[in-house]
C-alpha cells in the first residue's frame, strides 16, 4: 500500500491521501550504455552503494515493463514516499515530491540521516505532475510507485525518462510496501538489498511479536487524527493496518461497510463512533488540539478504549511513520509504537500526543 482515499489519502491541501508498456523509448538526453565507476562517482556523488544486478534490467509493472539501460545516476522520485527506499539502497535522489508535513527536502526525520549533505529539488502534485521541471532535471529514471499514476500521465513521463511504477493490479495509491520496495530496487539494480530490506522489516514484526504476545487476538482500531468534513477516516482491516496485524492484534469487522469504495477508509459519523471501541485504538494525530478534537467528536470520550486508558494518540512523526509504510519508517514505527501499545494494553496511555 500506500496511499489511500481520504483526507490523508489526497495530495491537495485539503485532502493529504493516507492513505501506486512494451519497452520504453528512451528521450533525448537520457543516458545510456555503460557508466563507468569514476563517471559515476561524478554523477551521483552522494551514493552509498554499488548495483549487484547486471544492466540492463528489465522492470514489469501495471502498464507494462521498463528498460532501464545502465545504472541510473539521476533519480527523480515523483511518488510521495519512494524516497525512503532509494535512501535506504544507498540511492540519493536528485528529486523527491512533497507529500505533506514540509520536511527539509521532503525526508522525514527516519531518513534524514541517509540524505547526508544532498539537497534534492523538490517537486509538487499540488497541480499535477510538473513535467517541464521534471524535464529540466535531465533524470535517467522516474521512480512513481507511490504517485497515483495514470495510463496517461505515466505516457507523458515516459517521454520524458524510463519510469517504473507499481505492480499489475495496484490502485492509484496503494500496493504493498513489499511489492515498491523490490520494484525500486530492481530498477536501481539493487535487488537483492531489496530483499534483505523487506526480510528485516518482517522479521522486526515477528521479533517484537513474539516479545509482546499479550498483543495476540487483542482488538484494535486505528483511525486518522481529526474529523473531516463531519466524520472520522477510520481504516478496515488491510488497508494500511498490517503495522498492528503483524503484531497480533486483530482489526475491528465490519468498517469496510462503511467506506464509500472498496479500498477506502471506513466514515465513522458521530454518533457512531462505538462501532470502532476496541482493545486498543489508534489514533494518528499530530498536535495537541488535534487529541482535543477527536475526543470533542461525538461519543469519543465515552468509548471503553478512550475512557480506559487504553487509546494512543501519535505525534505528528509517529503519525507520519505510520503514513509512509516503507521499510525504513516501519522500523521507526516499531520502535516508537511498541512501547506505547504495551501501555495501551494496560490501560496506562495518556491522552497526549507526548506518549
Known sequence: MNLINGPRGAVSAAGRILALAAAVALAGGVLTGCTT???????????????????????????????VPSEPQRVVVVGLTEQDILLELGVTPVATTEWYGEQPYAVWPWAQDLLGEAEPTVLSQTDGLEYEKIASLKPDLIVGTNAGLTQETYDKLTEIAPTVTSVEGSGLYFSSWQDQTRQVAAAVGRSAAGEELIEGVEQAYADAAAAHPEFAGLTASFSQGVPYEGNMYVYPDGLNTDFLTDLGFVMTPGLEEYAAEEGQQALISPENMGLIDADVIVFATESADGVDEVLDFGTTKSLSAVSGGHAIFTDPDLAGAIY???????????????????????????????G
Open 37 to 67: 565507476a569514476s563517471t559515476a562517482a561524478e554523477q551521483n556523488p552522494n551514493y552509498t552503494t554499488e548495483p549487484t544486478d547486471a544492466f540492463p534490467v528489465t522492470v514489469e509493472h501495471q502498464f507494462g515493463e521498463t528498460v
Open 324 to 354: 509512509f509504510l516503507t521499510p525504513l519508517s516501519q522500523k521507526y514505527v516499531l520502535d516508537q509504537l511498541v512501547p506505547r501499545l504495551v501501555d495501551a494494553v494496560n490501560g496506562a496511555a495518556p491522552q497526549s500526543i507526548e
